[in-house]
């Protein structure tokens, strides 16, 4: 998708006069080695627009509070915002993992209004200076606003993404955000949205390795800011994923 042009530079500018801002510089990690190992070991960039897509039931919801949990433990305004589970059901999931909870989190299922909450939150004092990151709990769950009735389709998750991304890239803030994939193993939109995105992270159950059976696969499948470092089994236990091994790609 094409984005504006910032206000401080016109469109022909010499690339030797633009500067990258010092917020762009500043990567995040999560302190979960299997999720920044396989991010290259460097963590997140700010501007980063991640899809999180694994099948039913493969624990991605799990996954997403793993680094959200991660991501405000190392100072970053983190907003965890679920359209498909109540926010009780997320806390219990939280209470379960034993996550330190110091992470805010919303209820709401229009991207319009997910945006202009975050933007309220981005801009109190106490906030200032923080790197912030949005993460969706998901993509399909989403209303663009395009249909008076709230109707969605595939394509509003499409819509939806190219207003985050639009969002993120215009205010150096990062997305994650869970996109479905389907029983059969399908992802649940247009392939265009894997190209929209920056970051694509996946998470799958192995069903034909014996000695894996029933372990969980997870990989960075790209990553234009960094390499796609390692992949990872993991366990899912009670107090959520344990690695069983890391695999050097």
């Known amino acids: 998708m094409r984005l504006k042009f910032s206000d401080s530079f016109t469109f022909g500018t ?28 460097e963590g997140f960039t700010p501007s980063m627009v991640t899809m999180f897509t694994g099948e039913p039931g493969a624990g991605k919801t799990t996954a997403l509070l793993t680094i ?54 981005r801009n ?23 249909f008076s009735t709230g109707r969605i ?12 991304t639009t969002w993120a890239k215009e205010n150096f803030t990062s997305v994650i955000a869970i996109g479905q994939v389907t029983k059969g193993g399908q992802f649940a939109g247009s392939n265009k949205m894997k190209h929209m995105v920056d970051c694509h992270l996946a998470l799958t159950w192995e069903k034909k390795d014996k000695d894996l059976l029933g372990h969980r696969k997870f990989e960075v499948e790209k990553n234009r800011f960094g390499g796609t470092g390692r992949t990872s089994w993991l366990s899912m236990g009670s107090n959520g994923f344990e690695v069983t091994a890391i695999e050097q790609n």
């Not at 999931?93 to 330190?100: H, M, Y």
């Not at 004092?125 to 998901?138: A, I, M, N, P, T």
Request: glycine share 10%; net charge negative; charged share 30%.
């Open 68 to 121: 959200a949990s991660g991501l405000a433990e190392n100072g970053a305004l983190v907003v965890f915002n679920t359209a498909e589970e109540s926010l009780f059901q997320v806390k219990r999931t939280v209470n379960r993992l034993g996550l330190d909870a110091n992470f805010l989190v919303g209820g709401e299922t229009n991207v319009d209004d997910i945006i202009k909450g975050i933007d309220e939150l």
């Open 14 to 41: 010499k690339i030797s006069d633009v500067k990258v801002p010092d917020e762009l510089l500043r990567r995040v990690r999560t302190g979960v080695e299997w999720i920044d190992e396989g991010l290259g070991g």
């Open 153 to 164: 389709t595939t394509a509003t998750a499409e819509r939806s993404l190219e207003k985050l």
């Open 124 to 146: 109190r004092k106490e906030h200032q200076g923080k790197q912030v990151f949005l993460l969706v709990d998901s993509l399909q769950c989403l209303d663009d606003g395009h």
